[in-house]
C-alpha cells in the first residue's frame, strides 16, 4: 500500500513563503503524475499543480508566478515552493501521486496552510 507523507505547512503572513513536501513510499521513479491540491473551508478540492515524472509542470491560474512545483523522482518527493502568500490562499494541502504501474491515484493527508497577519 502506497502511503504519501506531507510536511511543511503552518501559519505565515502575507506575502510570505511556505515550502510543502511529500513523500512517498515505494520504488524510486514509481509516479508518473505527482502533484498538489488544495481545499478551503466551504469550498470543493481544487488543483494547485502537477509535474510529470519527465519534469513537465501544470498550474492553476490563481497561482501562476508565485507557486514552484518540483520533483525528485530517486526519492519519490514532491514539493511546493509558495512565495507571495495570499489570505486565499488558506487551504488544506493535499499531495497526489499516480502510480506509473497501474495508474491508481493516492492521496497525503493534508497539511494546513495559513495565511493571516
Known amino acids: 500500500q502506497v502511503q504519501l507523507g506531507e510536511s511543511g505547512g503552518g501559519l505565515v503572513q502575507p506575502g510570505g513563503s511556505l515550502r510543502l513536501s511529500c513523500a512517498a513510499s515505494?520504488?524510486?521513479?514509481?509516479?508518473?503524475?505527482m502533484g498538489w491540491y488544495r481545499q478551503a473551508p466551504g469550498k470543493e478540492r481544487e488543483l494547485v499543480g502537477t509535474v510529470t515524472i519527465g519534469g513537465s509542470t501544470h498550474y492553476a491560474d490563481s497561482v501562476k508566478g508565485r507557486f514552484t512545483i518540483s520533483r525528485d523522482n530517486a526519492k519519490n518527493t514532491v514539493y511546493l515552493q509558495m512565495n507571495s502568500l495570499k489570505p486565499e490562499d488558506t487551504a488544506v494541502y493535499y499531495c497526489?501521486?499516480?502510480?506509473?504501474?497501474?495508474?491508481?491515484?493516492?492521496w497525503g493527508q493534508g497539511t494546513q496552510v495559513t495565511v493571516s497577519s
Open positions: 515505494g520504488s524510486p521513479y514509481s509516479f508518473a503524475i
Open positions: 497526489n501521486a499516480v502510480q506509473r504501474s497501474s495508474y491508481s491515484n493516492y
